[in-house]
């Protein structure tokens, strides 16, 4: 005879009725917060790999008044564990950027199998955001300090008309590109390169270089292109601003070797536009 174990988890029907952590579940959450169990002295380290559609929310982290992926996910997973739950992302992606394998990690006392875990938090969560796996890992592992690489894929909508599906997952540029340009100029940078040229204003990290493992350009159907880089760390709007200034390649207002000056200027005046963020994807994690 088998026996079967059951978790019973109470659920506030605010829960089904909105996006955000609000009414009962705000205050249920924010209690679990503060009642000051957070070390990690017995609890497990959990692995969990994201999936979500950006669009709606103000990115990944965690925003006084503003709706974020860490919010949601951990407000959830508190309701399934009854205990306080902090989230370390891998990365931070910004407001409208989506992803395909965002890696996190949280601790937890819980006693809810990994399986029935993450069944039960796939059953919470909005349609928008989906949790791939859930696992066990070694207490050493570190979502963002053990990455040795993050994968982002840009997509590019290269024809006369504007895709009616997919539009919030693209950009669409009407005037042809010339992409034998781009491609050349995308491995310019693969390599170690200060990438001062490509960050976001505001920034303050230790070092501005960064590696970038490899890069790719691969069209799909007629008028799509993605573009795919690998580094083992990404500077603030750093892929955006790339693809900004590779659409201005693209379209003749700079040339290869401006590009090249571009890279080697540290300047951020020098590059081109932001591009928008709904094309952004971050596609993996490599650890």
Known sequence: MVQSTYYRVTVHRSLFTT????????????????????????????????????????????????????????????????????????????????????????????????????????????????????????????????????VYEYRIYNGPIAPALGRQYGWHISRPLRWSSMVKCLELLEGRHDFSSFQAAGSGVRTTERVVMATEITRVGEDTRLITIEANGFLRHMMRNIIGTLVDVGSGKL?????????????????GMTAPARGLCLLKVRY
Request: positive net charge.
């Open 19 to 150: 996006g955000h952590a609000d009414g009962g579940l705000a205050k249920d959450y924010h209690r679990l917060m503060t009642s000051g169990n957070l070390k990690n002295g017995k609890k497990q380290n959990y692995k969990i790999v994201l999936e979500y559609d950006g669009s709606n929310y103000h990115g990944w982290q965690r925003q006084k008044g503003l709706l974020t992926i860490q919010e949601v996910v951990e407000t959830r997973l508190a309701i399934m564990t009854q205990t306080p739950v902090r989230l370390i992302g891998a990365g931070r992606t910004d407001a409208g950027v989506h992803a395909r394998g965002q890696v996190a990690n949280f601790f937890s006392e819980t006693q809810i199998p990994p399986a029935s875990l993450l069944r039960g938090l796939n059953s919470l969560l909005p349609d928008d955001i989906v949790a791939q796996e859930l696992l066990l890992v070694s207490k050493k592992f570190h979502a963002r300090f053990k990455a040795l690489s993050k």
């Open 255 to 271: 040339t290869e070797e401006g590009f090249s000056r571009v890279v080697s200027a540290r300047n951020r005046q020098q590059a």
